[in-house]
């Protein structure tokens, strides 16, 4: 009797199979033949996606799986290194986008501008971060409202009071959002890396139950996929990722300090030390997966 095979210590027990990515890739190209040029242009590049020579886009199921592997085992021995860790799930200001708008979206500017906010923030500049964009359909009582563009950061350090007031100050919230800030404490550091980075992308349905708001995830349909799958297919695998403190380099994946700025090295502080001090005993290099 074959033995059962367990996921490393860094995935979680439901990680997606290679299978299982190579099954909804196809899916995904099915949906997309049905649209226009733009669409079928990512068909054309899903399909050509082989073995030895990846498409690397963010729209492939395949390609997101291992880089999702390699960045999991990367961001394992960065969370293993601090006792404390925050979850911070963040619904910010302008990033609701019209329905047949997202196509309008600039991503790499919506990162640069989330770095530049952390950057600024006198208590979350000299923490090491990660996190990333994710992107959702919002629905209300079953009808379509926009795509949400959210962040959701994993931030060392406790949940405190100043902690959660640093991220409402840097971050102000979106106004159609009910709830657009949720904190949580990290206790399983494999299940806040998975969230962290996803490769699966949901409608958000809210609804009320007995006068209690309530929200529950649907997969998307299929003009859904032909407006998000293009957008995302426009970036290289890994683009949604946010880092603070250190930084990816290489393919393989690999976590390894931030450069200093030489400006900054004058006057920085014994916390932005001991964070370049904790990267640099994480620096890792990971094989291929």
């Known amino acids: 009797m074959p033995k059962q095979q367990t996921a490393p210590r860094y995935l979680p027990q439901n990680f997606e199979t290679h299978h299982d990515a190579v099954k909804r890739r196809r899916f995904d190209r099915k949906v997309l033949r049905g649209g226009g040029k733009r669409q079928r242009r990512v068909a054309r590049r ?45 619904i910010t200001s302008g990033l609701a986008i019209r329905c047949g708008q997202l196509k309008g979206v600039d991503l790499v500017k919506e990162i640069k501008k989330v770095r530049k906010r952390l950057e600024r923030s006198p208590y979350l500049r000299n923490r090491v971060i990660i996190g990333g964009l994710d992107v959702s359909l919002n629905l209300q009582d079953n009808v379509v409202q926009h795509w949400q563009v959210h962040l959701y950061l994993l931030i060392e350090g406790k949940k405190t009071r100043k902690l959660k007031q640093a991220i409402k100050t840097a971050f102000p919230p979106e106004p159609t959002a009910p709830r657009p800030y949720r904190f949580r404490a990290v206790k399983d550091f494999v299940a806040a890396a998975s969230y962290a980075y996803k490769a699966m992308f949901k409608r958000r349905s809210r609804y009320f139950t007995n ?79």
């Open 211 to 289: 006068a209690a708001p309530r929200t529950r995830a649907l997969p998307l349909q299929g003009g859904d996929i032909r407006e998000l799958l293009p957008f995302l297919n426009r970036h290289r695998v890994g683009a949604r990722l946010i880092l603070r403190g250190i930084r990816r380099n290489g393919n393989p994946l690999r976590l390894q300090p931030s450069k200093p700025n030489p400006a900054k090295v004058k006057g920085r502080s014994r916390s932005s030390k001991g964070s370049e001090t904790l990267s640099r005993h994480i620096r890792i290099r990971l094989g291929a997966t």
């Open 46 to 90: 899903l399909r050509e996606c082989q073995p030895r020579k990846r498409c690397r886009s963010e729209a492939c199921r395949v390609c997101a799986r291992t880089f999702r592997r390699q960045f999991l085992r990367a961001a394992a021995q960065v969370l293993a290194s601090r006792s404390d860790w925050t979850r911070a799930s963040i």
